[in-house]
């Protein structure tokens, strides 16, 4: 049980990441959108983020998955 909560404690973390990583990925898609010369670095971004939302992602359902089995 311990380990669950922590592995909770983590998909949490994950999330408020996740969050951030949304702001981060709009502000570049502004600037994309924006027309900017060099967008290079903006879609190195958008890929980190996706990263981030995978992972958070990925970590909720395996989450979710484990939780399910210690209730039943």
Same mark, same amino acid.
Do not use: P
């Given at each position: 049980?311990?380990? #669950?909560?922590?592995?909770?404690?983590? *998909?949490?973390?994950?999330?408020?990441?996740?969050?951030?990583?949304?702001?981060?990925?709009?502000?570049?898609?502004?600037?994309?959108?924006?027309?900017?010369?060099?967008? *290079?670095?903006?879609?190195?971004?958008? +890929?980190?983020?996706?990263? =981030?939302?995978?992972?958070?992602?990925?970590? =909720? #359902?395996? *989450?979710?998955? +484990? =939780?399910?089995?210690?209730? *039943?």
């Amino acid at each position: 049980m311990r380990n #669950l909560k922590m592995q909770i404690r983590g *998909t949490v973390a994950l999330g408020v990441l996740s969050l951030l990583a949304s702001v981060v990925a709009h502000l570049a898609l502004t600037d994309i959108y924006h027309g900017e010369v060099d967008v *290079t670095l903006e879609w190195n971004v958008l +890929r980190v983020c996706a990263l =981030a939302f995978l992972a958070f992602i990925g970590m =909720a #359902l395996f *989450t979710f998955m +484990r =939780a399910l089995k210690v209730m *039943t």
